[in-house]
Each structure stands twice: as structure tokens, then as C-alpha cells.
């Protein structure tokens, strides 16, 4: 089953005027492209200095300190994997990025271009208010994020038309 980042953007209107809302999680390949390989690289290369450190007195603090770094990581990487959280949420309110993270239609101020390498594109959403954070969207969500971009100043421009307080 595809998910619904590698989905046309018909197919997340339609969800959106099903549902009420869009869910994209996690894109289970795109997640594991950009951060998790060159830190494994950098994982696969201390971790044949472990048993060293390990064997050394001076050392041996920070061999089970990098152990439970490693395994914090993996842990979080395989809830990450198995679960596809955390999700990108697209609703009548606004935009979720998260649990902790949101944006409503009413605070959006404008829709930022495309940037970043090819491996690592990012999508800003810029607030109103000058001094809030932007919210930045990735492919590890949405694998056409030109795709997802127009779609949302779609919807922003219908907000926008709907609500004259604006």
C-alpha cells in the first residue's frame, strides 16, 4: 500500500473533503536516506574502537556511555520505522508537523520556495508574525514537494477567500 506522500494531490483533496484532514507519515525509505546514513558510517566506525575503550580503564566510561547512545538511537529509529511517526497532518485548521508543531491557516503568511540539495529539499511555511518560527516541511514526508507546495497556496488562497477577516 502506498502512502499518502506518494500520492497525487487529487487524491489529498479527496482525503481532505472525505476526512477533514490529510495524514502523510513517515516515508519509510526517504527517512532512512538522509540522516541515518552517514551517522551509521560514523557508528560503524567507532564501534570498532569499543572493545578498546572497553578494555582501557580511562576509556571505559565513555565505551558504555557511546553504547547507550547507539542503543537510545536504534530504539528511536525503529519506533520511528515501525510507527511512521511523527506524522505531517493537513486539516480545515491548519498544518501539523507533529505533536508539537502547528500552523493555522490564519497565522500562514506566505508559502516559501523549494530549497536544499536534491537528497534533503525543504519546503518553509512562513508565519504572519515576523518573530514565530517557520515550519519546515521535508520529503521525508511528501516526495513532490512542488506537488505539495502549490497545493497548499491552494488551500491557503481558499482560507484566505473564505474568511475576509484576513
Avoid: C
Avoid at 538522509?34 to 578498546?52: E, K, T, Y
Wanted: glycine share 8%; aromatic share 8%; proline share 7%.
Amino acid at each position: 500500500m502506498t502512502v499518502m506522500g506518494e500520492r497525487l494531490p487529487e487524491a489529498w483533496m479527496v482525503e481532505l473533503h472525505r476526512n477533514g484532514r490529510v495524514e502523510f507519515p513517515l516515508r519509510r525509505w526517504s527517512f532512512l536516506q538522509v540522516p541515518v546514513l552517514p551517522i551509521l558510517g560514523l557508528s560503524v566506525l567507532s564501534a570498532g574502537s569499543l572493545p578498546d575503550m572497553l578494555a582501557d580503564g580511562n576509556w571505559r566510561f565513555l565505551a558504555y556511555l557511546l553504547i547507550a547512545v547507539y542503543a537510545g538511537a536504534g530504539i528511536a529509529l525503529v519506533w520511528q520505522l515501525v510507527t511512521q511517526r511523527p506524522t505531517l497532518v493537513i486539516d480545515h485548521r491548519g498544518i501539523h508537523q507533529g505533536r508539537r508543531r502547528f500552523m493555522p491557516w490564519t497565522e500562514i503568511g506566505s508559502i516559501g520556495p523549494i530549497s536544499g540539495p536534491k537528497m534533503a529539499r525543504q519546503l518553509q511555511i512562513h508565519p504572519r508574525n515576523i518573530w514565530a518560527k517557520n515550519l519546515t516541511l521535508t520529503q521525508q514526508h511528501v516526495n513532490d514537494l512542488q506537488a505539495l507546495k502549490t497545493w497548499l497556496n491552494t488551500l491557503l488562497a481558499n482560507h484566505h477567500q473564505d474568511s475576509p477577516s484576513s
